[in-house]
DNA sequence: CATTGACCTTCCAGCCGGTGGAACCCCTAT
DNA sequence: ATAGGGGTTCCACCGGCTGGAAGGTCAATG
């Protein structure tokens, strides 16, 4: 299998693909006229890996997965850890995020809108003291 | 005023404010032995900038925060317009997050995390299809 | 058999918003 | 004179790709 056909059956970008080989997360072999030649296996890796991505992991964590995925003497012990990680940097991303969120819709609640220059929003980046 | 006063005085790291003058968000006069020489313009603008940046601005909306805070003939409906459009953006980062969380948390939920090696969470990479 | 066009290859550059480090200059205190 | 704590420039790197150039390969045409 080419990467074309690998990139519509993963949902991956061939580019993606070629990364990922590069970066050691995949290891296709070779055609004799040097085109990447794709297993069912790999096929099965990189659609693995889209999902991952796809829920945040980092690449390393990526790898990580992969590598478990394809111990048979792991442990979900070792899997659950590296997915609460995770969900823990989710959660203070989110917060973060909220966070911002809730200061901002502030502003804009409070900005007018309109032709005048007066606007709270710039008032409150150009003197944020008093309040968070 | 030198780049260390500064640095201090604005919260923001050395290196930062002088990626910022690189990238022409400040311009900060030179004294005669090629340090840099800020003045308290100079600090209210990296202050302001750091404020913006904590909300998650880009620095492109910062340009543009920056130049309508120092432009007399302004609206406050411009900057609301900048406001408003990073609030989508937000939100849009929020519920992609808030999207995650959930199916992570629920295969998280679902992991023994014993010694064994059964686990939902890479059952669910490794075959998504059925559910989200 | 030559050409077209879709595919594949490699390599290099860029995105964002900095951050780290090397190599060097400047200023003050001892 | 020297030590140290500033400052300066420049270049490389982070994550995770993505775009594009330059060129090789292949199947189907005229």
Do not use: W
């Amino acid at each position: 299998m080419n990467i074309g056909d690998v990139a519509e059956r993963s949902g991956l970008p061939a580019k993606t693909i070629r990364y990922y080989e590069e970066i050691g997360l995949i290891a296709p072999r070779r055609a004799a006229n040097g085109y990447r030649s794709f297993a069912e296996a790999d096929v099965h890796k990189l659609a693995f890996l889209g999902r991952a991505r796809a829920l945040g992991f980092g690449i390393d964590d990526c790898r990580s997965l992969l590598q478990l995925y394809g111990d048979d003497g792991r442990t979900s012990a070792e899997v659950k850890h590296i997915a609460e990680d995770h969900l823990e940097r989710i959660d203070a991303k989110i917060a973060e995020l909220t966070e911002m969120r809730a200061t901002l819709a502030r502003l804009v609640h409070a900005c007018a809108g309109d032709h005048r220059p007066d606007c709270p929003i710039l008032a409150d980046l150009a003197r944020a003291e008093g309040r968070g």
